[in-house]
């Protein structure tokens, strides 16, 4: 649902591209000749650098200064490739140049302004990502291959940099627009100055609800992984590596081949009972096996730092038997057939079976995360299911859909039903408040921005090089 009037270039400046971070700290470019003296650079990147005999240093291609920040060519390519590649419309290399110059703007008035900033938080973020890059490449020397790296330091300080930046950025936009807040007469000014001909246009819309049954873990499987799981802990205990058995036995992919390392707070989002195990030890203690709803763990404390701690984890999940997932399929079937007899509504059968707790007191109706009201738009539907419900009518209901936990891999079995349809159709101010509610209030929003920005530029060291001169943007950049 997109308006004409709400510029995309305004639009961008919500954009967290993850781009090249220059490490310099502030300088000036000289017009003529694109140099800068060598104090003001940092010392880390003149082995990439080329040193003149008067001592400056050459920089090819520094396209703009915001700040303390260097916006280099190689940054504005690779933004303007992320643009295109996530399809956010028409885009152009000016419209990159200029959506990272603001987030350099903001960052660098985060810092300015001394905006809250946890060094370990960024660290953390970025041990969790690189886990996950390694989980998708396959191994940590493809991973370097892939971005050209040299070692993983060369690496993990690229990305603290990169998120460094992006969270500051981050920080000062929120800080702009926390307190913004849109009344419902401003919603209803907002949508009936939409001219006639640009009122958006609603896709086609569905609520859905869902049934979950899966498979009981028997007592004979919980029992040998917790008789594992004490195994490896008297083993540590008795002066064995808890990170080489993490490596070669837990099931958590995205910790596995950190030797199962994890530095969490107690502000970050990771259930209860793996929380007060971790808050709960001394360093090189090890848990004994608790259960969470990812399975079962036992966990050692390697270091306290403050209100965070690094703790290495080992995930067991009990195996599934064969027959307790032809049980589970038997279930759901029967329940889908009487749903069909008519002999009970799909609501009070997903309060009566269905394990998915999230859903089960609502009669398994699905809320829609992204703007906490019921409706999906078809076409955005989770692709695994888009085929299941696309030509279902309202309330009928899906085939028994055999899937599998995204982290476990577990088998369980579902149920799906279209609980309403909206066909495509103009925005209404009714219907659809919520979306246009939502629109209202991005685009006060964007006017707050755009009013920061446009004072802050006025007191910010900027400048803007070459042929970026002529964007249409640069002149509200560049001061008289």
């Given at each position: 649902m997109?308006?004409?009037?709400?510029?995309?270039?305004?639009i961008?400046?919500?954009?967290?591209?993850?781009?090249?971070?220059?490490?310099?700290?502030?300088v000036?470019v000289?017009?003529?000749?694109?140099?800068?003296?060598?104090?003001?650079?940092?010392?880390?990147?003149?082995?990439?650098?080329?040193?003149?005999?008067?001592?400056?240093?050459?920089?090819?291609?520094?396209a703009?200064?915001?700040?303390d920040?260097?916006?280099l060519e190689s940054?504005?390519?690779?933004a303007?490739?992320?643009?295109k590649?996530?399809?956010?419309?028409?885009?152009?290399?000016?419209?990159?140049a200029?959506?990272i110059?603001?987030?350099?703007?903001f960052?660098?008035?985060a810092?300015?302004?001394?905006?809250?900033f946890?060094?370990?938080?960024?660290?953390?973020?970025?041990?969790?990502?690189?886990?996950?890059?390694?989980?998708?490449?396959?191994?940590m020397?493809?991973?370097?291959d892939?971005?050209?790296?040299?070692?993983?330091?060369?690496?993990?300080?690229q990305?603290?940099?990169?998120?460094?930046?992006r969270?500051?950025?981050?920080?000062?936009?929120?800080?702009?627009?926390?307190?913004?807040?849109?009344?419902?007469e401003?919603?209803?000014?907002?949508?009936?100055?939409?001219?006639?001909?640009?009122?958006?246009?609603?896709?086609?819309?569905?609520?859905?609800?869902?049934?979950i049954?899966?498979?009981e873990?028997?007592?004979?499987?919980?029992q040998?992984v917790?008789?594992?799981?004490?195994?490896?802990?008297?083993?540590?205990?008795?002066?064995?590596?808890?990170?080489?058995k993490?490596?070669?036995y837990?099931?958590?992919?995205?910790?596995?081949?950190?030797?199962?390392?994890?530095?969490?707070?107690?502000?970050?989002?990771?259930?209860?009972?793996?929380?007060?195990?971790?808050?709960?030890?001394?360093?090189?203690?090890?848990?004994?096996?608790?259960?969470?709803?990812?399975?079962?763990h036992?966990?050692?404390?390697?270091?306290?730092?403050?209100?965070?701690?690094?703790?290495?984890?080992?995930?067991l999940?009990?195996?599934?038997?064969?027959?307790?997932?032809?049980?589970?399929?038997?279930?759901?079937?029967l329940?889908?057939?009487?749903?069909?007899?008519?002999?009970?509504?799909?609501?009070?059968?997903?309060?009566?079976v269905?394990?998915?707790?999230?859903?089960?007191?609502?009669?398994?109706?699905?809320?829609?995360?992204?703007?906490?009201?019921r409706?999906?738009?078809?076409?955005?539907v989770?692709?695994?299911?888009?085929?299941?419900?696309?030509?279902?009518?309202?309330?009928?209901?899906?085939r028994?859909?055999?899937?599998s936990?995204?982290r476990?891999?577990?088998?369980?079995?579902?149920?799906?039903?279209?609980?309403?349809?909206?066909?495509?159709?103009?925005?209404?101010?009714?219907?659809?408040?919520?979306?246009i509610?939502?629109l209202?209030?991005?685009?006060?929003?964007?006017?707050?921005?755009?009013?920061?920005?446009?004072?802050?530029?006025?007191?910010?060291?900027?400048k803007?090089?070459?042929?970026?001169?002529?964007c249409?943007?640069?002149?509200?950049?560049?001061?008289?």
């Amino acid at each position: 649902m997109n308006l004409k009037f709400i510029n995309i270039k305004t639009i961008l400046c919500f954009c967290s591209l993850v781009t090249s971070v220059s490490l310099f700290g502030q300088v000036t470019v000289d017009e003529k000749d694109n140099l800068l003296n060598d104090s003001d650079v940092d010392k880390a990147v003149l082995e990439s650098t080329k040193v003149t005999e008067d001592g400056r240093v050459k920089i090819d291609g520094v396209a703009a200064v915001v700040g303390d920040y260097l916006v280099l060519e190689s940054d504005i390519l690779k933004a303007y490739q992320d643009m295109k590649n996530q399809e956010i419309g028409e885009v152009s290399y000016c419209d990159a140049a200029e959506t990272i110059m603001e987030n350099k703007l903001f960052a660098h008035h985060a810092v300015q302004d001394s905006l809250p900033f946890d060094p370990e938080r960024i660290e953390s973020y970025t041990q969790q990502q690189i886990s996950q890059f390694v989980q998708q490449t396959g191994s940590m020397q493809k991973l370097l291959d892939f971005y050209k790296m040299e070692s993983e330091d060369e690496l993990r300080d690229q990305l603290m940099q990169i998120n460094k930046e992006r969270m500051l950025a981050e920080s000062m936009q929120g800080e702009i627009v926390d307190d913004v807040e849109i009344t419902p007469e401003e919603t209803r000014q907002f949508f009936e100055a939409i001219p006639e001909d640009e009122v958006p246009m609603i896709s086609n819309e569905v609520e859905l609800a869902q049934i979950i049954v899966r498979p009981e873990v028997g007592e004979k499987e919980r029992q040998a992984v917790i008789d594992k799981l004490n195994s490896y802990r008297e083993d540590v205990m008795s002066g064995g590596s808890f990170a080489t058995k993490a490596v070669l036995y837990s099931e958590d992919r995205g910790s596995r081949s950190q030797g199962g390392k994890i530095t969490l707070s107690r502000d970050d989002n990771f259930v209860k009972e793996f929380k007060d195990a971790a808050f709960s030890l001394q360093e090189g203690e090890v848990s004994r096996p608790f259960e969470t709803e990812f399975g079962w763990h036992i966990l050692m404390v390697e270091k306290i730092r403050g209100q965070q701690v690094d703790v290495r984890h080992i995930l067991l999940y009990p195996e599934i038997s064969s027959e307790a997932i032809e049980k589970a399929k038997k279930e759901i079937e029967l329940v889908r057939e009487k749903i069909v007899n008519g002999d009970v509504s799909f609501g009070d059968a997903a309060r009566e079976v269905s394990d998915e707790k999230e859903t089960r007191e609502s009669g398994g109706q699905l809320i829609n995360s992204a703007t906490g009201d019921r409706r999906f738009e078809l076409t955005k539907v989770d692709p695994s299911i888009y085929d299941q419900v696309s030509e279902l009518k309202e309330n009928e209901v899906s085939r028994v859909i055999k899937d599998s936990e995204p982290r476990t891999a577990k088998t369980f079995f579902k149920l799906i039903t279209v609980t309403k349809r909206i066909p495509e159709h103009i925005a209404e101010f009714s219907e659809d408040y919520t979306k246009i509610r939502e629109l209202a209030l991005r685009q006060k929003k964007l006017k707050e921005i755009k009013a920061w920005k446009k004072e802050k530029v006025k007191d910010t060291y900027i400048k803007i090089n070459g042929e970026y001169k002529e964007c249409e943007f640069a002149e509200s950049w560049i001061k008289k």
